[in-house]
């Protein structure tokens, strides 16, 4: 049997079509390899949101040719290769084929067309990518299904290249998703699901919004934990609030990214709300659901980001106090509309030294929080076990807490609820005991 190994960068979206990749090929006999000797075929699935990303992959695969030999297949997929589609085959003349994120129902004949000696390219925008079969979707030692609500994005906020990469938005039928779900439960015995879109308050089909679809999710018993990523907050409402608080499975957990606490900098990210708005809205989650997880994406240094911009940021995030932050210096993409503003750039030392007063902040921020968890039980979904020690696992809270414990037995329990009980905590992680 010819074997492939499958390499994920980037988001659950890239996961979610790599281990749709990985059910496909299956399905045509092949075989998947996490060993880098055994594999004969690599796919890269790629993330092209930041340049240090999108660099990853050249070296990659220079390693590849260069350390496991000439014969290897190697194939480029994912945002990367939609955002540069043939141009990759002359910065990489030894690629073997590049499938764009919505061609990844290809990907068996891009295999088969490379082991044939000849070169494979489709970045083309296939409707029906966004359907294979429920059956195909590789769900295997998985303790959560990710399942796509609503593909691409329309938002074009102006860094982002997104939009470039997965296309305009697409919802999927209702139905459609329920059945997914209901395979990943019965097949696999799953019990969390994490709905995905890059935005998925825009979901809308026939329609049905964003809320239908968790009302509907909600009714599939077996499903212990129901998630969702990611709210635009321009979209988020008290009614979807409403929603979550009266579910018993849907997440306290919210990702809301802020990205800029400056209405100034807001507006030259196209991102559609006013800082007033934003922090409202989170107001209004917390009078629903006091002890609501919070978490956000930011951008420290966004052209024409001068101190004070930078400062309301630092205000906000010391008004919201985050459960969880990922903090990024902003990166130029090719074909985002910010590559033409007229700002000015904001120079690299600067950005560096911002980017650590607010990383700084958050760690005092979640030191305390952690703190807080110590002495107190939570439920846990363990999903791996240590590969050293094997009666330590890793779980998670509902609050998406990442939780290491000792457990005096291991696999067993993978996919499994258990309590533990916090006993030490640092800002990153946190450490328990089964009771
Ligand atoms: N759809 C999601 C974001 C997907 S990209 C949303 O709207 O929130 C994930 C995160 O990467 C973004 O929230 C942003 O913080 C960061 N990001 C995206 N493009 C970037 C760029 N050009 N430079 C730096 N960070 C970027
Ligand atoms: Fe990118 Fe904005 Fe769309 Fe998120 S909402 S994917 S940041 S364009
Ligand atoms: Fe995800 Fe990166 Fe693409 S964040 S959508 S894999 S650009």
């Known amino acids: 049997m010819r074997k492939f190994k499958i390499e994920t960068w980037g988001c659950q979206m890239n996961e979610y079509d790599s281990q749709k990749m990985a059910g496909i090929l299956k399905s ?14 690599f796919i890269l699935n790629t993330c092209s949101g930041r340049e240090k990303a999108a660099h990853k992959i050249f070296t990659r695969v220079g390693v590849i040719r260069k350390n496991l030999g000439k014969d290897k297949i190697v ?6 290769a939609s955002h540069e589609a043939e141009q990759l085959f002359k910065k990489i003349p030894k690629l073997n084929f590049v499938l764009g994120t919505r061609s990844v129902h290809l990907i068996a004949k891009a295999v088969k067309t490379a082991l044939e000696g000849k070169r494979f390219c489709d970045t083309s925008d296939h409707p029906e990518s966004i359907e294979i079969s429920p059956d195909l979707v590789d769900r295997q030692k998985k303790v959560k299904a990710y399942v796509s609500i609503i593909e691409g994005c329309d938002n074009f906020c102006t860094y982002c290249v997104v939009p470039y990469t997965r296309g305009r938005e697409r919802s999927r039928p209702v139905e459609d998703i329920v059945e997914e779900i209901k395979v990943a439960v019965n097949k696999y015995g799953i019990k969390e699901v994490e709905l995905l879109g890059q935005n998925v308050n825009s979901y809308n089909y026939n329609g049905k919004t964003f809320k239908d679809v968790l009302i509907e999710v909600d009714k599939i018993k077996e499903l212990k934990r129901i998630r969702f990523l990611t709210s635009h907050p321009k979209d988020f409402n008290e ?9 018993e499975r849907i997440c306290k957990y919210i990702h809301l990214p802020m990205q800029s606490g400056s209405n100034k900098i807001l507006k030259l990210m196209g991102r559609k709300y006013t800082r007033e708005e934003y922090l409202e809205k989170i107001d209004m989650l917390r009078s629903y659901i006091p002890d609501a997880v919070i978490s956000s994406d930011f951008i420290v240094a966004f052209p024409g980001e001068e101190e004070e911009d930078f400062l309301l940021t630092m205000d906000a995030i010391q008004k919201v106090q985050y459960d969880n932050i990922f903090s990024f210096k902003y990166s130029p993409r090719p074909k985002t509309a910010a590559l033409r503003l007229k700002e000015n750039v904001v120079s690299k030392k600067i950005a560096d030294k911002r980017l650590i007063i607010l990383q700084k902040y958050q760690e005092k921020v979640q030191e305390i929080k952690h703190k807080n968890m110590e002495g107190k039980v939570y439920e846990v979904l363990v999903e791996s076990v240590s590969k050293r020690n094997k009666t330590r696992l890793t779980g998670r809270t509902e609050g998406n807490h990442v939780v290491n414990f000792e457990a005096g037995r291991g696999e067993d329990l993978i996919g499994k609820f ?8 640092t800002f990153t992680s946190l450490k328990g005991i089964l009771v």
């Open 418 to 425: 258990v309590k533990v009980k916090i006993t030490s905590s």
């Open 239 to 247: 009614e979807l609030v409403k929603v979550i608080a009266s579910s």
């Open 75 to 80: 194939g480029i997929t994912g945002c990367v």
């Open 28 to 41: 045509y006999g092949f075989e998947e390899t996490q060993n880098d000797e055994e594999a004969e075929i």
